[in-house]
């Protein structure tokens, strides 16, 4: 579990996630992890049943900027030119030229992203890690600050095509939504009684705003105790008989910049052993593969999750 948000040093910040939490009810911990993949420059992959508020954390978070929004609902024929873009031939002045797909803004919502076929899914790949897309050999550079959140259903869900390791690696953080407890889910009833398909919350900050704080995080201290620490884990991972797969150095490099946005997150210009140790399950499980066989993807993943929680309570934590 996450510590909840204590506010820091940055007013702006503080303001940011007040301003969510009057919309995602009840689940401040999800919120932070959302702001924090953000400030890392990451990509977010929410996974979770239908009806749980994936979408709207999406839908908030990418409001609460004065930033572009695309959101792009995949589909089984969805092409990956619908994402891209395409070039055309324009015959007003006799040259082909570049039209711009959805994917070229500071948020992306792909709701759904396992519900469209793997040649369109791997069409983001490039997109996630290079921050460019290649069309007909050009490359064209996406827009800064930029964000991919990403929903996904269940494995087992009818209609569902699942992520590549490779594409799953790409994505900073997995986190879940949850049911919402009940005093929370009463205060989402009544907000929507009259009919009110979706609270809206007001642009906060810019995206130089963004830029800035995330150059701000590539600033904060982290000691030598801290890079074994974190390495141990990583480690940990590597050696274990249950993991087919262990922690890639992009794995480690995501967990170290995370445990960086935490700490501006809370105020600070230093990392401790708390911003590793809570945010080690939401950015390493999902890129581990496990052993087991013959057993269904969701479960398969939650025995990973139960394995990795395991190694980090046993890894010992640096005074």
């Known amino acids: 579990m996450t510590r909840p948000f204590t506010g820091g040093e940055i007013p702006e910040l503080a303001q940011l996630m007040a301003s969510m939490e009057t919309v995602i009810k009840g689940k401040g911990s999800v919120v932070r992890l959302a702001v924090v993949t953000l400030l890392a420059e990451g990509h977010l992959l929410i996974e979770d049943v239908p009806g749980v508020g994936k979408t709207t954390l999406a839908h908030t978070l990418a409001q609460s900027f004065h930033c572009s929004f695309h959101r792009l609902q995949f589909t089984s024929d969805l ?45 983001l790949l490039e997109v996630m890690n290079e921050g460019q897309v290649t069309v007909d050999n050009v490359t064209y550079p996406l827009c800064k600050p930029f964000m991919v959140i990403a929903t996904q259903n269940p494995m087992e869900h009818q209609g569902t095509y699942p992520l590549p390791e490779s594409q799953l690696d790409r994505f ?49 201290h982290v000691e030598e105790s801290l890079y074994d620490y974190l390495l141990a884990l990583i480690r940990a991972t590597r050696e274990s008989p249950f993991f ?11 967990l170290l910049r995370s445990a960086q946005a935490a700490a501006v997150l809370d105020g ?35 025995e990973a999750e139960n394995i990795l929680q395991d190694m980090i309570d046993q890894v010992p934590v640096p005074l």
């Open 268 to 302: 600070r210009d230093y990392c401790v052993p708390d911003d590793i140790k809570s945010l080690a399950q939401p950015v390493l499980a999902h890129r581990l593969v496990s052993r087991t066989r013959h057993i269904s993807q969701t479960k398969a993943a939650e």
């Open 172 to 220: 900073l953080m997995r986190i879940r939504m949850g049911y919402p407890d009940q005093a929370s889910e009463k205060e989402i009833l009544k907000s929507r009684a009259d009919g009110g398909l979706r609270c809206a919350v007001a642009p906060v900050l810019t995206g130089e705003d963004v830029l800035r704080l995330q150059r701000k995080c590539r600033q904060v």
């Open 79 to 123: 092409l990956p030119s619908d994402i891209l873009g395409v070039t055309i031939f324009n015959q007003k002045i006799q040259e082909f030229e570049f039209r711009h797909g959805p994917i070229f803004a500071n948020f992306i919502l792909a709701d759904e992203l396992n519900r469209t076929t793997p040649k369109t899914q791997s069409a």
């Open 244 to 254: 087919a797969v262990g922690i890639s150095p992009r794995g480690s490099l995501s």
